[in-house]
């Protein structure tokens, strides 16, 4: 029997079932019809997806992981002409198997490397290039010009990067093995010694010789009289004699000008002079206030040359500290900065008695080494008692000549030191103007008895004339 459509009428339940059904079939159809196009595209997209996630994760890991430590192997492995330091630090920085809190620790120094040069616009492919032997980094276009700017820029960003050392070597062994942190310090001052080499005007060779050049041109001997460290011997820089006192403050003048003038032509001299812990102002005003007061000056030197021995232990000791500092500075454990600040900085959870004991002037370790000196140069004169040889007046003059070298830095970083160490009542200023030598009495006494003899000399020859 043929197929005969059976058409339900419109509206009636069977039609709109059929209807149902059909829009039903019809998308059956559909996919049945199109499925490869539909679900290859799909597939594709997912697929595109998750490998350019898995690229995005690789690029991460290379830059944040990998990279830095191939720079910084490069960097650390021509360091050192050292075979094995150059494999150490290979196998440490770029081993296979190298620990999260390693890889920060080194990193964290690297990224603290870039940022102290970007804080100062110094561009850091030009950077290396200058401090790394122009093995690594870029040359700058101007290198002149480069090179003067980085100069300027040296004692700041010294201290920015030796902060980001000083970090990274107080991170635990676990997170930092000693080898990381040698071969980092080794980088720091691979770096900064090449700079500082760069920098360095050949001034600083002759600097003090060209400084002590202008005494000994105008014929004053030069030990007495230059005060080139916080130790130097200060019991006679205006002279030993009344003849070169007056002599000396005569020229005090012109001499200032000649250290002044070299001073102006040594680009290193500001770096120099504190090395020195010399202020030509601070000079300056002390030489006047010895010449305005040549005769307490001049029983000072009595003073303090005949008891040599008490002020030595306070000598000997701010001598070992000084030779520690500039040991230190020379090898880069310290900035020129914190050189400065550790001979003028308070003390630190020290008490300041009233009597300090000599040989505890160490006890707040490298710190006010400026004023630790002045207090205990006065300590010994206190314990000395002898006011025959040792006025307080002369005490007062000297203490107020050693406040008065101290150098501006100093006296900014701290002023509460300044302030207890140089009174002005231990000074004895009213004292001082009425200040008689102590032996004017018997000078007066021989000159009455020289000047009685004459007159009677003369009055003998007068009669035997007669």
């Given at each position: 029997m043929p197929w005969v459509w059976y058409a339900p009428p419109i509206g009636t339940p069977e039609s709109l079932a059929d209807c149902a059904l059909g829009r039903k079939l019809s998308r059956w159809?559909?996919?049945?019809?199109?499925?490869?196009?539909?679900?290859v595209v799909v597939v594709v997209v997912v697929v595109v997806v998750v490998v350019v996630v898995v690229v995005?994760?690789?690029?991460?890991?290379?830059?944040?992981?990998?990279?830095?430590?191939?720079?910084?192997?490069f960097l650390l492995f021509s360091l050192s002409s050292s075979l094995y330091h150059c494999l150490s630090v290979r196998l440490i920085l770029c081993g296979v198997i190298v620990q999260t809190q390693a890889q920060n620790c080194q990193n964290g120094f690297v990224l603290s490397l870039y940022q102290c040069l970007g804080n100062r616009s110094i561009d850091r492919e030009n950077f290396l290039w200058l401090t790394r032997n122009k093995t690594l980094g870029r040359e700058p276009a101007?290198?002149?010009?480069?090179?003067?700017?980085?100069?300027?820029?040296?004692?700041?960003?010294?201290?920015?990067?030796?902060?980001?050392?000083?970090?990274?070597l107080t991170v635990p062994d676990a997170q930092c093995s000693q080898p990381q942190k040698a071969s980092l310090s080794a980088l720091y001052k691979g770096i900064f010694k090449n700079l500082d080499a760069t920098c360095r005007d050949p001034c600083r060779k002759t600097f003090a010789s060209d400084l002590a050049q202008c005494y000994t041109d105008k014929m004053f001997p030069e030990p007495d009289f230059l005060l080139?460290?916080?130790?130097?011997?200060?019991?006679?820089?205006?002279g030993t004699n009344s003849t070169e006192v007056a002599r000396f403050c005569q020229e005090r003048a012109s001499l200032m000008d000649c250290l002044k003038t070299t001073a102006l032509n040594c680009n290193d001299a500001p770096f120099m002079l504190r090395s020195f812990g010399l202020d030509f102002q601070a000079l300056n005003d002390t030489y006047n206030v010895l010449c305005n007061y040549t005769k307490v000056y001049m029983d000072g030197t009595t003073?303090?040359?005949?008891?040599?021995?008490?002020?030595?232990?306070?000598?000997?000791?701010?001598?070992?500290?000084?030779?520690k500092l500039e040991q230190e500075l020379a090898e880069l454990n310290i900035t020129d900065v914190k050189f400065t600040e550790h001979i003028?900085?308070?003390?630190?959870n020290v008490f300041i008695q009233s009597i300090i004991n000599p040989l505890l002037i160490s006890s707040g370790g490298l710190s006010s080494l400026r004023f630790d000196h002045i207090d205990c140069e006065m300590t010994a004169t206190k314990q000395m008692n002898d006011t025959?040889?040792?006025?307080?007046?002369?005490?007062?003059?000297?203490?107020?000549?050693?406040?008065?070298?101290?150098?501006?830095?100093?006296?900014?970083?701290?002023?509460?030191?300044?302030?207890?160490?140089?009174?002005?009542?231990?000074?004895?200023?009213?004292?001082?103007?009425?200040?008689?030598?102590?032996?004017?009495?018997?000078?007066l006494i021989g000159m009455s008895y020289c000047l009685s003899l004459g007159i009677v000399f003369l009055f003998a020859v007068n009669i035997l004339m007669q």
């Open positions: 159809h559909t996919l049945r019809a199109e499925p490869p196009q539909r679900i995005v994760v690789v690029v991460v890991v290379v830059v944040t992981h990998i990279l830095p430590y191939f720079f910084v192997s101007d290198l002149q010009s480069f090179t003067s700017r980085v100069c300027i820029e040296k004692s700041g960003l010294m201290l920015c990067v030796k902060t980001a050392l000083d970090n990274a080139f460290n916080v130790t130097a011997e200060r019991d006679a820089i205006l003073c303090f040359s005949d008891q040599g021995q008490v002020f030595r232990t306070c000598r000997d000791t701010a001598i070992s500290k000084i030779s003028c900085k308070p003390k630190q025959s040889k040792c006025p307080d007046v002369v005490v007062g003059l000297r203490r107020q000549q050693e406040c008065m070298l101290v150098p501006y830095e100093c006296r900014v970083k701290n002023p509460t030191r300044l302030a207890n160490a140089c009174k002005m009542e231990n000074f004895f200023l009213p004292e001082r103007e009425s200040y008689e030598h102590t032996n004017s009495g018997s000078t």
